[in-house]
């Protein structure tokens, strides 16, 4: 009778599970039922609003509630300036999903989405877009990934990054909750960026993934929250935000008000007063700029072997390597699925611990 009991119960679970997933997508199917493909072999479905030219591909209207899949490598995909609207809210699929490589996504206008533009394969150009709110603006789950000249606004996380030696570099965020949201990174470098109004936050489980340098963070709207590491903070070996000396760090608009006495370093434009990004865990930009960056003009410098040591430091611990093994370019997995899993595995659990023990018993 007990295993009865217990297999009903495993019955239920999954039965509730289902149903769970069905009411949480319900209304995702209900707002979007179709979608567009750019597919294999270069022909496009779901909408005659993409015109082909070769390898060049473009939107020649505005699109609602329709995202769009690139399934083919080495093309040109230009949004011809039109937008891609979304129902709004969460969840939504991403407006414009990259399942290819080597593509340039360029000239679009995407609002409303729970990603923007998502990338899961490697070796992709995002330039030139604009994205305001989304959840996320711009997703990569991939390697060697540049995004380059987007103006991102209004968003939970502006950029969400997992993957290595991917570049963000002289993009314009404005108002977001959180800018940068990187796990599992190495190699990724965030340079020449305006970054005003937002929370520079970066969420981390990898402590010296990234590199931070040339940006120009204006009016922040909560230092403290700069970066939230999920494993011993307040222990954890960080990379600095700086590129060494004489290259420099970031422009910090509240520098001269926190740090009143500092001075210029040999009239090389840093500040000889380390900004302090963070206390919990330690976070600090070695080199502050002390002036803004010109990020129209500005050159992606690669990140120096070691951290020179300026007239006024006496740090010179090495920069770490960047490596290149490959991420995953899988999405995270929606609650709607994690939540069934989880019930399923502990019931399961659950059964065989009971077997066992009656298998036990005399």
Sequence with gaps: MKKIALSLTLVAALTFSFLFCEILVQPVRSQILERVYINLDGSVTGTDKIQRAGNVYTLTDNLHNLPIEV???NIIFDGGGFTLQGPGGYPTPAALNLSCTNVVVRNFTVEGWEVGILSAFNNNLITSNNLTGNERNIAVYADKCN????????????????????????????NSAFAFWITNSSGTIISA????????????????????YHNNFVNTKDRTLILIAAKSPSTAILFPWDNGYPSGGNYWSDYASIEPNATEISNSGIGNIPYVVSTSPNVV???PLLSLVNISQAILELPLPTSSVSPSSSSNSPLPSASLMPSPSIPEFPLAIILPLFIVVVISFGLIVYNKKKQEEP
């Design 71 to 73: 399934l083919r490598d």
């Design 285 to 287: 930009d070695r080199y």
């Design 147 to 174: 995004i380059t000249n987007n103006n991102l606004a209004n968003a939970a996380y502006e950029f969400r990054i997992i993957g290595n030696n991917n570049i963000i570099f002289q993009n314009t965020i404005e």
């Design 193 to 212: 960026n305006n970054i005003t109004s937002s929370n520079p936050t970066v969420f981390t489980t990898d402590f010296s993934g990234f590199q931070v």
